[in-house]
């Protein structure tokens, strides 16, 4: 007898690139208020669908706007990408990679962001902000073996690391005009 796995939740992140006057390629991210699945996480704006949410790019608009004050007029989608999978968590989560305009100033929602992050991708791309440990969460049955991006005093892991760490190659290359 097999017990049905539980239906996987959807959900959607917007990749937010831009570039600053020296002309180096910026991703937006965001440290996540603490509390919750995912409190003080390091992450890409998003979160579940709305009922009107036209689109699953329409979430990630919707959520990088009300998150961090990003209006769906200053983005624009460069690609969809493929679904990633949560390990832990049950989502499928729609990354969209979009080239936007940044505002005078973020407007971070405290409920949810505890910090606005503008990462020079550059910076990300030296290999020593690359590192592993081996972790051990409450609903992990056994430690595993991670890995991240140093971003200051934080570790970037994860579903975002898992989104991020095959782009950051493609994006310093140029495959898209950000």
């Known amino acids: ?21 020296e002309h180096a390629l910026r991703v937006i991210m965001l440290r996540r208020s603490p509390g919750g699945i995912h409190g003080g996480q390091l992450a890409f704006p998003g979160g579940r669908p709305e009922p009107g949410d036209e689109t699953p790019f329409h979430t990630a608009l919707r959520e990088a706007e009300e998150e961090i004050g990003l209006s769906p007029s200053r983005v624009h989608l460069l690609a969809a990408l493929p679904l990633f999978q949560t390990f832990t968590s049950g989502y499928v ?6 080239r936007i305009e940044p505002p005078a100033a973020w407007r971070p929602d405290p409920r949810e962001v505890d910090a606005v992050l503008d990462l020079r991708l550059d910076d990300l791309a030296h290999p020593e902000t690359r590192g592993e440990a081996m972790e051990q969460l409450a609903n992990w049955p ?37």
């Open 1 to 21: 007898m097999t017990s049905a796995r539980p239906a996987l939740r959807r959900a959607s992140v917007l990749i937010p690139l831009y570039r600053d006057a």
């Open 93 to 98: 989560i729609a990354p969209f990679l979009a």
């Open 142 to 178: 056994e430690p595993r073996r991670i890995e991240f991006f140093k971003v200051g005093e934080d570790r970037l892991w994860g579903l975002s690391y898992r989104i991020l760490a095959p782009l950051l190659p493609r994006l310093l290359a140029g495959e898209w005009k950000v």
